[in-house]
């Protein structure tokens, strides 16, 4: 089992930034494929970013490629998403999860764990 847990979301103004973070604990951090999704009222979830184990490929969605990067801290066992210029568009509950099929990683199915949550709202 792996355990996810995110945080970092919050109410901000359009074109501000939010730094989420996802700390695991469980299984080795290190053997899983990370990424993140959201999931606004009404609409189903959509990928948002991925990072392979040592974080050689990232992936992103077209929406948010150029505002938003992923990254890691295998030490830490923490991934992390950077969001800048945010738009109205973006709030969402924002999730983590990890995934070993690293090479499937834009595709919710591929993953095996998921956290709870966490509430992105950006104002207009």
């Known amino acids: 089992q792996v355990q996810l847990v995110e945080t970092g979301g919050g109410l901000v103004q359009a074109g501000g930034s939010l730094r989420l973070s996802c700390a695991a604990s469980?299984?080795?951090?290190?053997?899983?494929?990370m990424g993140w999704f959201r999931q606004a009222p009404g609409k189903e979830r959509e990928f948002v970013a991925a990072?392979?184990?040592?974080?050689?490929?990232?992936y992103y969605a077209d929406s948010v490629q150029g505002r938003f990067t992923i990254s890691r801290h295998n030490a830490k066992s923490t991934v992390y998403l950077q969001m800048n210029s945010l738009k109205p568009e973006d709030t969402a509950v924002y999730y983590c999860?990890?995934?070993?099929?690293?090479?499937?990683?834009?595709?919710?199915?591929?993953?095996?764990?998921w956290g709870q949550g966490t509430q992105v709202t950006v104002s207009s």
């Open positions: 469980g299984r080795t951090f290190s053997d899983y494929a």
């Open positions: 990072i392979t184990w040592n974080g050689d490929r990232l």
């Open positions: 999860a990890a995934t070993l099929a690293g090479w499937d990683a834009v595709h919710g199915r591929a993953y095996s764990y």
